[in-house]
């Protein structure tokens, strides 16, 4: 949750799901490198924030991007209080790696 420049950190999910397809993606990568077609040239990590004006409204997205984990109704209850009681917004924080492949001849 962001109020006022800081962050408090409220839970973490179960994205196996997700971590999976993740893993699977990387594994290809790594196999056309490995064989000789590409090569990386460029590597960068970043975090992918996504804000909301409530929890109910992340869950609400959650829902329509057909999202199929488990989301704990004591993480909704207690960011839903505090955003009610001390203001701010809802964030979600993302890690990603992005990489630029360069396709050898």
Same mark, same amino acid.
């Given at each position: 949750? @962001?109020?006022?420049?800081?962050?408090?950190?409220? /839970?973490? $999910?179960?994205?196996?799901?997700?971590?999976?397809?993740?893993?699977?993606?990387?594994a290809? $990568?790594? *196999?056309?490198?490995?064989?000789? @077609?590409?090569?990386?040239?460029?590597?960068?990590?970043?975090? $992918? !924030?996504?804000?909301?004006? *409530?929890?109910?409204?992340?869950?609400?997205?959650?829902?329509?991007?057909?999202?199929? /984990?488990?989301?704990?109704?004591? !993480?909704?209850?207690?960011?839903?209080?505090? $955003?009610?009681?001390e203001? /701010?917004?809802?964030?979600?924080?993302?890690?990603?790696?992005? *990489?630029? !492949?360069?396709? !050898?001849?």
């Open positions: 949750m @962001w109020q006022e420049g800081r962050v408090d950190r409220l /839970g973490h $999910l179960d994205q196996e799901e997700d971590i999976q397809d993740i893993l699977e993606a990387r290809r $990568l790594d *196999s056309v490198e490995g064989d000789g @077609w590409y090569v990386t040239e460029r590597r960068r990590f970043f975090d $992918l !924030l996504a804000h909301f004006p *409530s929890a109910d409204d992340w869950v609400a997205y959650q829902a329509r991007e057909g999202y199929s /984990g488990e989301i704990p109704a004591e !993480l909704i209850a207690t960011a839903n209080r505090l $955003l009610e009681t203001g /701010g917004e809802f964030v979600v924080r993302e890690p990603i790696r992005a *990489s630029v !492949l360069k396709r !050898l001849p």
